[in-house]
């Protein structure tokens, strides 16, 4: 798997593996790349040796359209059948739904070769805004979020984060 990480999210989640310097997008720990520069790169260095692609952060649905562009120039390389394409999503934020067209909506959600793995981060407000170190829970955006995902056809794989602040009343 080659792996494009965005260094930017809208969660603090305490067990992220990216660390804090890079979530910021602090030009001394990160480098902007357009998508036909992290394609040339890939196919230099990892193709067709490795055949995923995921978009992982961060959180890739800050840019949505960058998951669609990807889609879009797998294609134009003759790469879309060939490279599985994955995204990375914490179902914080509605932009792909409220900034891309339907059509390109529906593009994305019928493109063959692509996943979309998803995180619910806490079983309850309380374990949410443990998790995020937020003051507020989403976690109802959340379920909403991966409803809209789930009406809309896309392929989608979700796990759940089940760390809480205490055992009391876990049951």
């Known amino acids: 798997v080659q792996v494009f990480q965005i260094s930017k999210c809208n969660l603090n989640c305490w067990w992220c593996f990216l660390p804090d310097e890079y979530r ?36 890739p649905e800050l840019v949505p359209e960058l998951t669609l562009q990807f ?9 879309s059948e060939k490279i599985y394409l994955w995204s990375d999503d914490v179902l914080s934020t509605d932009f792909l739904f409220t900034k891309l067209s339907d059509s390109q909506i529906q593009y994305m959600a019928d493109y063959k070769n692509y996943g979309k793995v998803a995180c619910f ?6 374990s949410f805004c443990f998790n995020t170190c937020s ?13 809209q995902y789930i009406r809309t056809g896309f392929d989608l794989y979700f796990y759940i984060a089940l760390t809480v602040p205490n055992m009391k009343n876990l049951k």
């Not at 507020?136 to 409803?147: C, E, G, N, V, W």
């Open 121 to 126: 981060k806490g079983i309850d407000d309380e």
């Open 24 to 59: 910021g997008c602090n030009p001394n720990h990160t480098k902007w790349f357009s998508v036909d520069e992290l394609l040339d790169l890939f196919i230099r260095d990892a193709y067709p040796r490795v055949k995923m692609i995921d978009l992982s952060g961060g959180n």
């Open 71 to 79: 889609m879009s120039k797998l294609e134009k390389y003759d790469l």
């Open 135 to 147: 003051q507020k829970s989403i976690l109802d955006s959340q379920l909403d979020m991966a409803t």
